[in-house]
């Protein structure tokens, strides 16, 4: 558990350099679409001096890197508010809609790996189901979804328009975003559970508790169910994360007013302040739920058949 307690602090300076870097590499700076090319060369260096864009990259990223241990994520390059007050009036819905996301996709996941994982002829034919869903975009996804319930159906809202910081009066603006997420994420999920299932399921004592006659229920919760606690927590983690990274996609196409709209908007405007937060709070997200998860399978013997 030292070793988890070190590498999680280790992972996100790493993290944050990758995000630096990938900032740095986008084309153009905040100054050039603040003044939508109208400002003169002039204008232009006092504006990239103002805001400290004209300093070198390893002292910008020094900088960012000790506002953030100061709890200060930096000032908009486009709006001089602070980042941290842009992202908490968008996180309540974000987190609204990444957690009703992962309440669907969890429970789905795990079913869907229970059965991709038998040895059948419907395990094989769900494992490669689970595998292809899984690799389509999620673009397509949300098309399709919206192309069959709001289109064909008119069963729900095209849009989940909401203003910043507000929250869905109509439960039903929150249903496509929420599939449009967790179906392709629980396909995810599945696809990397189900060889864990199968293997737990081809262990010498859980078939001879299936020879014993025990029923399929009590097999499956005391006997394949703790050797699959802890890889599952970890997947359960990383798709937590994932949701939180891939809601920028979802939010733009339903007008959602969330984090993936603020990212998506500050990465065309090369606000790069906001995009860093941004993305260092996914993948915090991520590194908590691993570290979560790590001591989850620290706490549970998966070696160790139940008696």
């Not at 890889?231 to 984090?259: D, K």
């Amino acid at each position: 558990m030292i070793r988890r307690l070190v590498r999680a602090p280790l992972l996100l300076v790493g993290v944050s350099v990758l995000v630096y870097a990938a900032t740095e590499a986008l084309p153009g700076d905040a100054a050039d679409a603040r003044t939508a090319g109208r400002a003169t060369a002039a204008q232009l260096a006092e504006l990239r001096t103002r805001t400290g864009l004209d300093a070198p990259a390893w002292q910008r990223y020094l900088d960012w890197v000790g506002g953030l241990l100061r709890g200060d994520a930096g000032v908009s390059l486009l709006s001089d508010r602070p980042v941290a007050d842009l992202v908490g009036q968008r996180l309540p819905a974000t987190a609204t809609l990444a957690a009703a996301a992962l309440a669907a996709a969890v429970p789905a996941m795990l079913a869907l790996a229970w059965v991709a994982g038998t040895p059948s002829r419907i395990g094989r034919i769900a494992a490669a189901a689970v595998t292809a869903v899984a690799a389509v975009p999620q673009v397509v996804v949300a098309a399709g979804l919206t192309a069959v319930f709001a289109g064909m159906l008119a069963w729900l809202p095209p849009v989940s328009l909401l203003p910043p910081g507000g929250t869905p009066a109509d439960l039903r603006a929150l249903a496509l975003p929420v599939l449009s997420l967790a179906l392709p994420s629980a396909a995810y999920g599945a696809a990397l559970l189900h060889g864990v299932v199968a293997d737990a399921a081809a262990r010498p004592y859980v078939r001879d508790a299936h020879l014993r006659g025990l029923p399929r229920w009590r097999v499956a919760v005391l006997y394949v169910g703790p050797m699959l606690l802890a890889p599952a927590a970890r997947v359960v983690a990383v798709v937590a994360g994932g949701l939180v990274a891939s809601t920028a996609v979802v939010e733009t196409l339903f007008g959602y007013a969330g984090l993936g709209e603020l990212l998506t908007g500050a990465v065309a405007n090369r606000d790069t302040p906001v995009v860093q937060a941004v993305a260092m709070l996914a993948a915090a997200v991520v590194l908590a739920g691993l570290f979560l998860a790590d001591l989850l399978a620290a706490a549970t013997d998966a070696r160790r058949s139940p008696a």
